[in-house]
């Protein structure tokens, strides 16, 4: 149920969480009244292209997280005894006898029996198993499922029916769905991939299944664990179900961060119809602006003339002053106007001092 809630997430979740955070990235990096790219657009689209990989590769780490979580949580008949893997038969036998006499239905009250016999059960029940030499290597690397396989008996009985019930049927139906996917269209991203990822687990879990020691890789993390005192160790069958749920994790990742790795991280060229009516729009706004700002500059010159308005003489004296001053201010103080006015000069009079320009 739990794998199939995560999957409905990473159908949608992903996508929502993209554009929140998008809105969020554009309200503290762009100033307010300052345009924002619009949807479709190239900006837009390399934000957003980035953006969605980061919260892709944050959600697989969560789910990554989850799931070590949830088997820490479900723990193993060596954690609820309180052994360590290497315990012997005497101390599993001498840790059990303190904990029944914890828990046992009669140690304990009317109002807890009910939950104290199961208790009481289950360690008898792990304690039974990892007592006995078969069922314990059966457990170590098949779970605990294989408590109800009455009729196994030897080692080679729980191994056999652990392959051909449970490893071969499972990586048979994962390689038919992702060979039908890909006949679908889906998971084309990193195809040759998902079938490495498949095969190798595959063979993993049988070499697990099959050894009498646990596979090196257990065994280095478990020594790093230790080391670190950071996370419990793993059992075989515990290493190999996070393994199966980060697999099909991995490869829902895969599917929607394939093709978004794909794309060229520069904006994408449009074609040159595209662009000429972008340029005509843009033209189009520049046009109407000017227009408001010419609107805007009449009104208020009306405005500040309106006091001379009937006086045609007062009118006629501002008009001047105002002639006056852009031509003083405006068009003499240019460098370019005095140097032009200067070679002018020149050209009229001869005995004009060499570099006069033209102020004189």
Same mark, same amino acid.
């Not at 794998?3 to 992903?14: A, E, K, M």
């Not at 059960?121 to 290597?137: N, Y």
């Given at each position: %149920?739990?794998?199939?809630?995560?999957?409905i997430?990473?159908?949608?979740?992903?996508?929502?969480?993209?554009s929140?955070?998008q809105?969020i990235?554009?309200?503290l990096?762009?100033?307010?009244?300052?345009?924002?790219?619009q949807?479709?657009?190239?900006?837009?689209?390399?934000h957003?292209?980035?953006?969605?990989?980061?919260?892709?590769?944050?959600?697989?780490?969560?789910t990554i997280?989850?799931?070590?979580y949830? @088997?820490?949580r479900?723990?193993?008949f060596?954690?609820? @005894?309180?052994?360590?893997?290497?315990a012997?038969d005497?101390d599993?036998?001498?840790?059990?006898?303190?904990?029944?006499?914890?828990?046992?239905?009669?140690?304990? #009250?009317?109002?807890?029996a009910? $939950?104290?016999?199961?208790?009481?059960i289950?360690?008898?029940?792990?304690?039974?198993?990892?007592?006995?030499?078969a069922?314990?290597?059966?457990y170590?690397?098949?779970?605990p499922?294989?408590?109800?396989?009455?009729?196994c008996?030897?080692?080679?009985?729980y191994?056999?029916r652990?392959v051909?019930s449970g490893? @071969?049927?499972?990586?048979?139906?994962?390689? #038919?769905?992702?060979?039908? @996917?890909?006949l679908l269209?889906?998971m084309?991203?990193?195809?040759?991939?998902?079938?490495?990822?498949l095969l !190798?687990?595959?063979?993993?879990?049988?070499?697990a299944?099959? &050894?009498p020691?646990? /596979?090196?890789l257990? $065994?280095?993390?478990?020594?790093?664990?230790a080391?670190t005192?950071?996370?419990p160790?793993y059992l075989?069958?515990?290493l190999?179900s996070l393994?199966?749920?980060?697999?099909?994790t991995?490869?829902?990742?895969?599917?929607q961060i394939g093709p978004?790795?794909? %794309?060229d991280?520069?904006? !994408? +060229?449009r074609?040159?119809?595209d662009?000429?009516?972008?340029?005509?729009? #843009?033209?189009? +706004?520049l046009?109407?602006?000017?227009g408001q700002?010419d609107?805007?500059?009449?009104?208020? =010159?009306? =405005? *500040? %003339?309106? /006091?001379?308005?009937?006086d045609?003489?007062?009118?006629?004296?501002?008009? #001047?002053? =105002? &002639? *006056?001053?852009?031509?003083?201010?405006?068009?003499?103080?240019?460098? =370019?106007?005095?140097?032009?006015?200067g070679?002018?000069?020149r050209?009229?009079?001869v005995?004009? /001092?060499?570099?006069?320009?033209?102020? &004189?």
């Amino acid at each position: %149920m739990s794998q199939f809630l995560s999957i409905i997430g990473w159908s949608f979740l992903p996508n929502i969480a993209t554009s929140w955070i998008q809105t969020i990235y554009y309200g503290l990096t762009i100033r307010a009244g300052d345009p924002r790219p619009q949807p479709g657009s190239p900006r837009f689209n390399h934000h957003r292209r980035n953006i969605h990989i980061l919260v892709i590769a944050l959600y697989l780490a969560y789910t990554i997280y989850e799931a070590d979580y949830d @088997l820490r949580r479900q723990g193993s008949f060596y954690t609820d @005894l309180g052994v360590p893997f290497s315990a012997s038969d005497r101390d599993i036998k001498s840790r059990f006898r303190r904990l029944a006499a914890l828990h046992h239905p009669d140690k304990t #009250g009317a109002d807890a029996a009910a $939950d104290s016999a199961a208790y009481f059960i289950h360690l008898k029940a792990a304690s039974d198993t990892l007592q006995d030499a078969a069922k314990r290597f059966a457990y170590e690397r098949l779970g605990p499922e294989t408590v109800a396989w009455q009729k196994c008996v030897t080692v080679r009985d729980y191994v056999a029916r652990g392959v051909f019930s449970g490893i @071969l049927p499972h990586y048979a139906v994962a390689a #038919g769905s992702i060979y039908v @996917l890909g006949l679908l269209g889906y998971m084309d991203f990193g195809k040759f991939y998902r079938w490495l990822i498949l095969l !190798s687990l595959c063979v993993f879990e049988i070499q697990a299944v099959t &050894r009498p020691r646990f /596979p090196a890789l257990l $065994d280095g993390l478990n020594f790093l664990f230790a080391a670190t005192a950071s996370h419990p160790p793993y059992l075989p069958f515990q290493l190999i179900s996070l393994a199966r749920k980060l697999t099909i994790t991995i490869y829902i990742a895969l599917s929607q961060i394939g093709p978004l790795l794909k %794309m060229d991280a520069s904006p !994408s +060229r449009r074609s040159a119809d595209d662009d000429n009516e972008l340029l005509l729009q #843009g033209l189009n +706004r520049l046009e109407a602006i000017t227009g408001q700002f010419d609107a805007d500059s009449t009104r208020l =010159m009306d =405005m *500040e %003339m309106a /006091p001379f308005k009937g006086d045609a003489e007062a009118t006629a004296n501002l008009q #001047g002053k =105002m &002639r *006056e001053w852009l031509i003083q201010n405006t068009i003499r103080a240019d460098p =370019m106007v005095r140097d032009a006015l200067g070679t002018s000069l020149r050209k009229r009079r001869v005995d004009v /001092p060499a570099g006069a320009k033209g102020n &004189r």
